[in-house]
């Protein structure tokens, strides 16, 4: 039981939740034209946010102290409060919430498997890097649903736990000169398996999408790729 | 992947927080002179709903449908919500919540450790007997904390999960004919090591405690195990 976390500092950082708004540029993304039907929108941010609970739940349990169990608690509650939300907007609207999840999860549970990483700091990195972006897509996503659905939805994801994951891995990382070369490589797998998803919510087959399409989506994955970027550069990780 | 679950039934039965009001009985706990002082009680119930969350996490893991998992996916986001709770508490009482925790997690260590379980049928029944029997034990210790801390943890445990765990077992038990004498025996295995438990949470030491003091904390202990017994027979399960 490696105890350097709450050895460093008295006081745990605590876990909490910021606004996008407050970080994020002024850049919209547009996916109008790609974005799924209501149904499917929230089913597959339902079993995203699952899965992502999931992996929260696993660094939770691998963690190298209480301090950093306890922060990722947090996170692994807000993204149990998301697909909660987004369950209960969908039980509104479909008999049986766990066939429609049960369509769309194949890619999510692929993502899942190939981004389980070696150990907890490859794990707790694509729970920061893998649920921001996907926090990111279903957040532009949401201008796109009918406006009796888009405000619930854009609330869902307005807020992400970035700032949490900063401060667990500032710690980290001070004390392991070898982690960021390794947590780099770990961060661009992680964007190539999250950059998949994205197309597949999007449903650009690549073997199918034509030029056209590519052209008119490249902008938006231009600008996940840029907030991925900037997760990143928060650790002191190049992109 | 076993899919069961939400094939027999269309609509999920949902996840829903149940107060103990309802479903308790007037009996009251007395354990009053036993009770540890405040820092020592919200250290020691945070540590045992992390963990309790962390055996959560672990049953939605491994849990054989999405509606299994999304139900307990829900009990977990509460055991992470009364953890933050009670760390809340706590750290206006101590600088450093994390030494707090550990000085008392040995006990809570053991217990996980024993309570793993075979497979998710036995896990999920620790997470419901396990959560039941200790979140029932600091509520009755909650009545002993001084008045300005009392009903904020009074209000902590006054839900528990019961009803989700009882529509997920019906179904289970229903499926698997010869699973009712195997929970069975891992219910009596999981209230020995909870008593143990409790023993630590109230510092009776096997050796130490003196047999009047022991008479006097009989009933309280047996009132528990009246509970646990209750939680047996909602699952039709022997106690």
Not at 37 to 62: G, K, M, N, T, W
Not at 147 to 174: C, K, Q, S, Y
Request: aromatic share 8%; net charge negative.
């Amino acid at each position: 039981m490696v105890d350097w976390f709450w050895r460093k500092r008295r006081k745990a950082p605590a876990f909490r939740l910021r606004s996008r708004e407050e970080t994020q540029p002024a850049a919209r993304i547009d996916l109008a034209e790609f974005a799924p039907q209501p149904v499917e929108y929230l089913a597959r941010a339902a079993y995203v946010e699952l899965s992502h609970f999931e992996d929260l739940s696993r660094a939770v349990a691998i963690a190298p102290s209480i301090v950093a169990k306890e922060m990722l608690a947090g996170a692994a509650g807000a993204a149990v409060d998301r697909h909660r939300a987004l369950v209960a907007l969908l039980e509104a609207r479909v008999d049986d919430v766990g066939v429609e999840m049960d369509r769309y999860r194949g890619v999510v549970d692929r993502f899942q498997r190939l981004t389980q990483g070696q150990d907890w700091y490859e794990a707790t990195l694509t729970c920061y890097l893998a649920g921001g972006f996907l926090g990111d897509l279903f957040l532009a996503l949401a201008d796109a649903l009918p406006r009796e659905l888009a405000p619930a939805a854009r609330e869902i994801f307005a807020t992400n736990a970035d700032e949490t994951f900063v401060a667990l891995f500032t710690a980290a990382m001070a004390d392991n000169p070898r982690l960021p070369s390794r947590l780099a490589l770990w961060g661009r797998r992680i964007l190539g398996d999250a950059l998949l998803v994205a197309r597949d919510v999007l449903s650009l087959n690549a073997a199918q999408a034509n030029a056209a399409e590519e052209a008119r989506v490249e902008p938006a994955f231009s600008e996940l790729v840029a907030q991925h970027t900037r997760r990143m550069d928060a650790l002191g990780l190049s992109a």
